[in-house]
């Protein structure tokens, strides 16, 4: 006897041809939408943590014609009050040629040598565990020298956090989308099988087919297609993947370990194919032993 | 076995193609099913393979009321039974050997007695040399027996057979219907409608009578005249 085919004969069907590629598309963007909503999350995190306990404080230039030894002055005794506050760790002025090294992408090179005003830039380090009060500190640096400014990232890192979280809703919702259309498409090529190979169904009803029976052939073929597109999907995610990692190489001191996944994320995106090919077979299931209830 | 009580029968909103039709068949019986054509010899076969529900009246089947089964129930009985269809219903992507196997897979028999069993039916219907054939390569004649094949195998009480004789000559005929003679003598609940009366006269049976949407018995005459002998002798 040859190899046994399947009873309903579905591996013939138009379906078998579109249905994974239309699963591999699908698993590939829920795969990168998942990674990215991972990667912007590590990335904040990551951010958070570098930036936790760091402020800066920078000194307003004074007024064009004040002495050098006045504007000295005026960072001095930021520094004073700053190095004498409970709760602040390290204190650390950047030299005019930091400042003028940061300051170079927007007002270009050699800014030290050009007698512009120049910010005094504070770094400070504070103590995490008993940090000073902020508000006192900015208010105590302000009356010292007028218009001076404490930055402790929080503004920015907490848009950052929004945005963040925005990319994350985004992405579980593209999760939900793709999924629930893939789903929706397992469903209607599930009816449309029934519906082609309704004469059959009924000789096996006639023979004494049970609807699980029947199920169990919509059931295996989707389990075979779930399995073929979303190893399809998957693989393309991984080169995906791979090759963002190629091209963002070169910069990635500059961004924080972008795209790089932990052995479980690498776990999970090898389990995507089994997860897909679950979900199909169920909803297979499902749908056959709905539409059948409804027949004859 | 089979028991009709006034039933009728429809297709859809249509007319009653049977209406009032009444009977008994007894386990271990065989009768002809007779009549013209579209005199309801096939609807009264599927209501027996409850591939349709009586409208009207009630039918039981080996003492279970067809009304309130299940889906798994009436899958259940249909195991017990056997058919041959009209136009064989075979699966044509299925080679010979998985058409005659398919009540056995559904029944969930292991598949080495499901092979052994195969092996020996094909060999009594005589294509065991078409195991693995498909349907479509095989001659009407064949694809019948294929047909007959799948429907014995299951070792059902009852068969029925829908007009088993009609693609075949006159000589397969006679061999076909002491192939089924051999499976009542088994145990087996023969039901075969034809519009073969040289046949239906051939063969000493009861024959089921279509006409206007109802059922006429009539006795096998030798049966006619053993309940004849029987009386004399009582």
């Known amino acids: ?296 | 076995m089979v028991r009709f009580e006034d039933v009728a029968t429809n297709y859809g909103t249509g007319p009653d193609i049977l209406h009032a039709v009444s009977l008994h068949l007894s386990p271990g019986s065989f009768h002809f099913v007779a009549g013209p054509s579209g005199s309801g010899k096939s609807s009264l076969l599927r209501l027996m393979y409850l591939a349709n529900r009586p409208s009207n009246g009630r039918m039981t089947l080996f003492g279970r009321d067809v009304e309130g089964l299940t889906r798994d129930e009436r899958a259940m009985l249909r195991r017990r039974i056997g058919v041959v269809f009209q136009d064989f219903r075979l699966l044509k992507h299925l080679s010979v050997a998985e058409n005659v196997a398919l009540p056995l897979r559904i029944a969930g028999r292991r598949e080495d007695k499901v092979r052994e069993h195969v092996t020996e039916l094909l060999a009594w219907v005589g294509l065991g040399d078409h195991f693995d054939d498909l349907p479509a390569t095989l001659s009407g004649g064949q694809q019948q027996r294929v047909a007959i094949a799948r429907a014995v195998i299951g070792q059902p009480s009852l068969l029925l057979a829908d007009e088993p004789t009609g693609n075949v000559d006159d000589r397969i005929a006679v061999r076909l219907l002491y192939l089924f003679e051999e499976l009542n003598k088994l145990g087996t609940t023969v039901v075969i409608a034809t519009h073969n009366q040289a046949l239906v006269s051939r063969f000493s049976h009861t024959v089921l009578t279509l006409g206007g949407g109802t059922v006429r018995v009539e006795p096998a005459p030798d049966s006619k005249a053993r309940d004849a002998a029987e009386g004399s002798m009582a």
């Open chain 1, 1 to 296: 006897m040859r190899r046994r085919p399947a009873d309903v004969p579905l591996a013939k069907d138009v379906s078998d041809r579109f249905l994974p590629w239309l699963v591999a598309f699908m698993v590939y963007f829920v795969a990168l939408a998942a990674i990215s909503a991972t990667t912007m999350h590590k990335l904040v995190e990551r951010w958070d943590k570098g930036l936790s306990g760091q402020l800066t404080v920078e000194v307003p230039p004074p007024d064009p014609g004040v002495s050098e030894t006045e504007r000295r002055g005026r960072i001095d005794r930021v520094v004073q009050i700053l190095s004498r506050t409970i709760g602040v760790e390290k204190v650390a002025l950047y030299g005019d040629e930091e400042i003028a090294e940061l300051l170079e992408p927007w007002l270009g090179s050699g800014l030290a040598e050009q007698d512009l005003p120049l910010p005094g830039m504070i770094a400070v380090t504070v103590d995490t565990e008993a940090p000073p009060e902020l508000a006192v500190l900015a208010e105590q640096l302000d009356k010292a020298v007028p218009g001076t400014l404490l930055n402790d990232h929080k503004r920015w890192l907490g848009k950052l956090l929004d945005l963040a979280r925005s990319i994350q809703i985004f992405a579980g919702a593209i999760v939900l989308l793709v999924g629930s259309i893939a789903v929706m498409a397992v469903v209607f090529v599930t009816r449309t099988g029934l519906s082609v190979h309704r004469e059959v169904i009924e000789i096996l009803h006639l023979i004494g087919a049970r609807d699980p029976y029947i199920a169990r052939q919509f059931q295996r073929h989707a389990l075979g297609l779930g399995l073929r597109g979303g190893a399809i999907g998957s693989a393309l995610a991984l080169a995906t993947i791979l090759a963002t990692g190629q091209v963002l190489g070169p910069v990635e001191s500059a961004l924080p370990p972008v795209l790089s996944l932990s052995v479980a994320e690498w776990g999970l995106l090898a389990l995507l194919p089994f997860a897909t090919a679950v979900v199909a077979m169920v909803t297979a299931r499902l749908t056959v032993l709905g539409t059948l209830t409804r027949m004859p």
